[in-house]
């Protein structure tokens, strides 16, 4: 008898969300409920504080400034050639 075994990955479906909380009197309040479907589960929880989010977005942007350059409209722009290198 053939017994073909699934991986984990192949089994289970893996869930990431990132919401918004608040924190009061010993609770994490969510910004939003989560699907029905959820209830009972456990999750594991990663804090992160908002002004650190906005410092990553911040730096994130300040890269993207520092490396753009303007073209001009008339500029050539071929997309098959973009993804050949």
Do not use: C, W
């Not at 017994?3 to 608040?22: C, D, R």
């Amino acid at each position: 008898m053939d017994v073909k075994l699934k991986s984990i990955s192949e089994t289970k479906q893996t869930m990431y969300k990132i919401l918004n909380a608040t924190y009061q009197n010993g609770n994490l309040i969510l910004e939003r409920k989560l699907e029905s479907i959820r209830e009972g589960q456990t999750f594991k929880v990663v804090l992160l504080e908002t002004d650190e989010l906005n410092l990553r977005k911040q730096h994130f942007l300040q890269l993207v400034d520092k490396h753009s350059f303007p073209l001009s409209q008339d500029a050539p722009f071929n997309r098959e050639q973009l993804h050949e290198r």
